[in-house]
Every structure is written in structure tokens, then in C-alpha cells.
Nanobody
Framework: QVQLVESGGGLVQPGGSLRLSCAAS????????MYWYRQPPGKERELVAS????????NYADSVKGRFTISRDNAKNTVHLQMNSLKPEDTAVYYC???????WGQGTQVSVSS
């Protein structure tokens, strides 16, 4: 069965960094575009970043451009989100999903606060 398991969240001070990971299983990972979404408290879920099957093409929300980097390791069936220069407004539950959005992980909480 398809599984997506996020990890790496936590509490960090403004300006800090975190690296999120999403471990995928149960499907041909290298055939799917992968996405990171986030849901801030009391708000709608929003797209953060996407990465093509080979990793050669990435796209970012304007709010994270220049601070976040999405990457993938097809040999390890993982997708990562490196988050630098974190701001309080980055506080959210972060989720990974595959193209089609039919499966989601349980999410990992990122809190940015002093």
C-alpha cells in the first residue's frame, strides 16, 4: 500500500533552519512528481514546492522562494524540504504528497517562535 511518512519538524527560532523528509513506499516513486504542502493554523492547505520526477525542475511558492529547497533521492524513495531563514509565518503542519494528491502523509509540525 502507498505510504508517505514525513519527519523532521520541530520548534525553531526565527532565522533558523529545518530539514523535512518524506519517506515513500508502495509505489514507483521515481515516476511521480512530488509536492510539499503546508497548513498554517486556522488556514487552508497551501502548496509550498514541487519537484519533477528526475529532480531537474522545481517550483516554489513566492512566500518561500529563495529560502526553501526541495530535493529528492530516487534511490532512497525520499523527498526533502530544506527550510532556511525560517519566519513565524512558516509555522504550519507540513505534508508531502504525490501527483494526483490521492495519498498524503500524516504531516509534521513546524513551529517558528522565539
Amino acid at each position: 500500500q502507498v505510504q508517505l511518512v514525513e519527519s523532521g519538524g520541530g520548534l525553531v527560532q526565527p532565522g533558523g533552519s529545518l530539514r523535512l523528509s518524506c519517506a515513500a513506499s508502495g509505489f514507483t516513486f521515481s515516476s511521480y512528481v512530488m509536492y510539499w504542502y503546508r497548513q498554517p493554523p486556522g488556514k487552508e492547505r497551501e502548496l509550498v514546492a514541487s519537484i519533477s520526477t528526475t529532480g531537474g525542475t522545481t517550483n516554489y511558492a513566492d512566500s518561500v522562494k529563495g529560502r526553501f529547497t526541495i530535493s529528492r533521492d530516487n534511490a532512497k524513495n525520499t523527498v526533502h524540504l530544506q527550510m532556511n531563514s525560517l519566519k513565524p509565518e512558516d509555522t504550519a503542519v507540513y505534508y508531502c504528497t504525490r501527483f494526483g494528491g490521492d495519498y498524503w502523509g500524516q504531516g509534521t509540525q513546524v513551529s517558528v517562535s522565539s
